[in-house]
């Protein structure tokens, strides 16, 4: 198996292997295998290089970094200064970030090696990275089906050994949904605990950027680099951020695990309602004891999200109107020409999600859709804040199937139900993860497809989260015992 | 007084929940030009669309607080001092036309009227 972060980082700062060298393998192996993958949509190899040998500088100079050398990929809805940051979309395909965002800049300082910018259904907009207007990503672990999304190519890029760790950004599942498809760790940290200055704006009040990585100490090294308050982005919290990467624990003795009733796995095929009895009993065996929660409102969950993130988003993506950024189409007059660039440059599913919350705040229609919404929305945060007094965490599936073919979610909301676990705990801003838990073989293929276990904590309990996953991880080792279709991507 | 507003709110709001979709105005709302396949397929979709969230109605959130965020910041501020800001031409760069130092706009004001 590869290399892990935190292996690469010892090697480069013990200078047993320098940056340049581990930047240089890592550059070879994308083009060796991201025809076949399409995690990338901007390769950044220059630069790489270029920050590679500063990091080396760094290190020769005896600074110990806590992500030396690390090949990384960004997702491309995050601004690095210099580079395009395309959001999947034809409106921005050409549109050059004049600066970095935070959490980019906080890895690129702690020695991390920029590879490329990813592949994202457009504007994080979608569960499958199809609504990408500038590429196909394929799963891994079958070229047939989806890497899961928005942050598809993220999750493909670690999960094909084209990069060690990625960022992504989760609204509703976005970083969990696409982790449980490819076989790797997904966190998204508490909402607020990473700046999003230089993250392109989707829905404000539950957009969050988090990491991807093989390992949950990895996704936790990331983190430690990531979280903690940002001048530049006033929603950022300004709490001590404890370190957890090395503080994380491998038993679950004494932890209580809440299994939610209203989440039953009854509605699922049998064979993947089976991995997830059988993740919980692991937990078990680990020394936890399973609690039974309930969560009544989060079957509200989705037609809640469905309101609030398409209106945040038909007044986010207001900006792009041919006047600062990108594209722009002319037209007889000012309106003409807004109305011509926004139908040139948005895809069929943001326009779907500007049309809807577009209406959602429409004069006369705000109390009957948005403001009903925020108040389910306090229920369910409610629902959990009483679930967590019995409970030290709560586990469920992270997906409601395993990764699937190209073209089999015509309808959009048989798309929105993918995240239908994820999408209460976004609503109420807590931190989870997707870590993989086991496989089955869909009744349409022949390979088997990872599956991913979902834990959620309190707000701002990340280091217990990390802790429980990894406890389960380092006990299963599920993501190991699946091998990806790609030639050679674990040699 | 606030509670007689918010009485009048329930009352247009329930009204809302019925009103067929003029996904025509919708897109002018949102200065989004649309076909006509696609004022067709949308409406289908939005009318598809609320009869699934029409099921939020089942909740009585009569005396709900809304949510707009969930970790309870409150007036966060800072220090009014002044900092190095984005290099104009580098943001400008990034613009469909630029004018000197200026975003350049088709005419707005004295267009024939």
């Known amino acids: ?491 | 007084m606030a509670l007689a507003a918010e009485d009048a709110a329930c009352t247009f709001g329930e009204r809302a929940w019925s009103m067929p979709i003029d996904v025509r105005y919708v897109a002018k709302l949102a200065r989004l030009a649309l076909s006509p396949d696609e004022v067709e397929s949308y409406g289908a979709q939005l009318t598809d669309f609320l009869t699934h969230v029409d099921a939020l109605r089942e909740l009585d959130t009569q005396d709900v607080p809304a949510t707009a965020q969930v970790i309870h910041a409150r007036n966060v501020g800072r220090e009014d001092a002044v900092t190095p800001c984005l290099a104009r031409d580098e943001v400008l760069a990034g613009a469909p036309q630029a004018y000197g130092s200026y975003f350049r706009v088709p005419r707005i004001i004295g267009a024939e009227e």
Not at chain 1, 178 to 205: E, H, I, Q
Not at chain 1, 358 to 363: I, K, N, Q, R, V
Not at chain 1, 398 to 410: H, L
Not at chain 1, 411 to 433: E, R
């Open chain 1, 1 to 491: 198996m590869a290399q892990t972060a935190m292996e690469i980082a010892a090697d480069v700062n013990a200078r047993r292997r320098s940056a340049r060298e581990v930047t240089r393998e890592a550059l070879a192996r994308i083009e060796r295998t991201d025809g076949d993958v399409g995690a990338y949509l901007t390769r950044l190899d220059e630069f790489a290089l270029e920050h590679a040998e500063g990091v080396d500088a760094r290190v020769g100079a005896g600074e110990t970094l806590p992500l030396a050398g690390v090949p990384l990929a960004i997702k491309d809805n995050m601004c690095v200064r210099g580079t395009r940051t395309t959001c999947g979309s034809k409106i921005l395909a050409d549109w050059v970030a004049p600066y970095t965002a935070t959490a980019v800049l906080r890895l690129l300082e702690a020695g991390a090696i920029p590879l490329g910018k990813t592949n994202l259904d457009e504007f994080a907009m979608g569960s499958s990275c199809e609504n990408s207007a500038l590429g196909v990503t394929r799963n891994p672990y079958d070229l047939e089906r989806v890497p899961g999304g928005s942050s598809g190519g993220s999750a493909a890029a670690v999960a094909a050994d084209e990069a060690v760790i990625a960022t992504g950004s989760d609204t509703g599942g976005s970083i969990r949904e696409p982790a449980a498809f490819c076989n790797v760790v997904g966190f998204k940290p508490t909402y607020g605990r990473v700046s999003r200055y230089g993250l392109v704006a989707f829905a404000s009040s539950l957009d969050q950027i988090g990491p991807f990585a093989r390992t949950v100490e990895d996704a936790a090294l990331v983190y430690d680099v990531i979280a903690g308050k940002d001048p530049m982005d006033a929603t950022s919290v300004d709490l001590p951020v404890e370190p957890t990467a090395r503080h994380l624990r491998d038993d679950l003795n004494g932890i209580r695990v809440g299994i939610v009733r209203e989440f039953t796995t009854d509605a699922l095929p049998a064979v993947v309602a089976d991995v997830y009895s059988i993740a919980y009993r692991e937990l078990e065996k680990l020394g936890a004891t399973l609690v039974d929660v309930s969560l009544p409102t989060a079957q509200y969950g989705l037609a809640t999200y469905y309101l609030i993130a398409p209106a945040e988003c038909s007044s986010n993506l207001a900006r792009f109107d041919g006047v600062r950024y990108g594209l722009r189409v002319n037209g007889s007059d000012v309106t003409e020409m807004y109305e011509k660039t926004r139908a040139a440059g948005f895809g069929a599913e943001v326009k779907r999600r500007i049309l809807i919350g577009t209406y959602a705040l429409s004069s006369g229609y705000y109390d009957a859709y948005y403001v009903k919404a925020q108040k389910v929305r306090t229920l369910i945060a409610a629902d959990f804040a009483k679930a967590f007094e019995r409970c030290d965490v709560i586990a469920s599936p992270a997906a409601s199937s395993p990764a699937f073919r190209f073209n089999a979610k015509s309808d959009p909301y048989s798309m929105y139900l993918m995240d239908y676990y994820t999408i209460p705990v976004s609503l109420a801003g807590l931190p989870s993860l997707s870590v993989p838990c086991g496989a089955v073989i869909p009744e349409d293929g022949t390979r088997p497809m990872p599956m991913g276990l979902q834990l959620v904590t309190p707000l701002f309990e990340e280091r217990r989260l990390l802790g429980v996953a990894n406890a389960f991880e380092k006990a299963t080792q599920h993501a190991s015992k699946l091998t990806p279709q790609i030639a050679g991507a674990r040699a």
